[in-house]
């Protein structure tokens, strides 16, 4: 079913909008919790929380992308439940990689000045990923919005480990000049 008829369920409030949106994007937002939380089952209960969300927001909100709506509420209730789950100790998957690997390149929200330029931030992250290559976009998108293992990475785009660790540095670099370029204090 394409993602219009899905909307037009869930704007008839039709329970039938649930499976359909199962069928069609529950392996997409498992594999996004998943690459977050490392358990199934967590996964799957994250999953079944993004279609509750998903209900409750539409109507009133009527996404023009069902994928990136349905992938930004899986990826934000999936790292909801990463912090909880790992408030007293660290994990050892790919959040904390991802979160030190960026570090340098986008600042912190300890202020509420920082939190008034989160819009300017977004607005120059996304001139930014429009800049780069496409292959280059997706590998980065790859690791710090759907938090992919390196391996996997290499696996899916037929390169080696070193060579997404250099591309994805390099593209890192670039992302601190572009920002600092911007007046984006890091």
Partial sequence: MDDKKILDLYWMRSEAAISETANKYGRYCHSIAFNILHNHEDSQECVNDVYLKAWKAMPPQRPNRLSVFLGKITRNLSLNRYKKQTAEKRGCGQVPLVLDELQECIPAADSTEQAIDDLALAEALNQFLASLPPETRKIFMRRYWYISSIQEIA???HMGESKVKMLLLRTRNKL?????KEGILL
């Avoid at 601190?176 to 600092?180: G, R, Y």
């Fill in 155 to 157: 696996e899916d785009f």
């Fill in 176 to 180: 601190k000049l572009f920002l600092e």
